[in-house]
């Protein structure tokens, strides 16, 4: 019997340590209440609408060379990634909401290739952030 009680102790204890240790996150993807995150949302597609400030065909420049990681990207691919930098930098915290939010802001669908730049310039962001 006793054995047993240690070895449930032992287990409870352990299962406590980890999620302890584990990384703490926002329940409303890196905003502190479901309102601030649906104020946020609402910004972002108002901004993201043709000719806004969040629009990606805004954010790059025709006659730049943009490279990210060895790929070479062209002035939409990179309106796109630095629109994923922007909402990193707006207190999104989770890719995969950003990801979702994207279609929803441009009013369209949107192809792989810019999901992916959106989802490259958000981790650039969150790495660059990290190191500071």
């Excluded at 890196?30 to 949302?41: E, H, K, N, V």
């Excluded at 609408?49 to 790929?71: F, I, K, R, V, W």
Aim: one cysteine or more.
């Amino acid at each position: 019997m006793p054995r047993t009680f240690h070895s449930l102790l032992l287990t409870g204890l352990f299962a406590i340590t980890l999620s302890a240790c584990a990384t703490t996150q926002m329940p409303y993807h890196g905003f502190s209440s479901q309102a601030a995150l649906d104020q946020s949302d609402a910004k972002v597609t108002q901004e993201s609408a043709m000719s806004g400030p969040l629009d990606p065909l805004n954010l790059a420049q025709d006659d730049q060379e943009y490279t990210h990681e060895g790929n070479a990207y062209d002035r939409t691919e990179e309106g796109y990634y630095e629109w994923g930098q922007r909402l990193y930098g707006m207190g999104y915290r989770d890719v995969y909401y950003v990801a979702d939010l994207a279609p929803k802001a441009f009013g369209h669908e949107i192809i792989d290739t810019y999901e992916h730049d959106i989802e490259q310039g958000f981790n650039d962001a969150a790495k660059a952030a990290a190191r500071h």
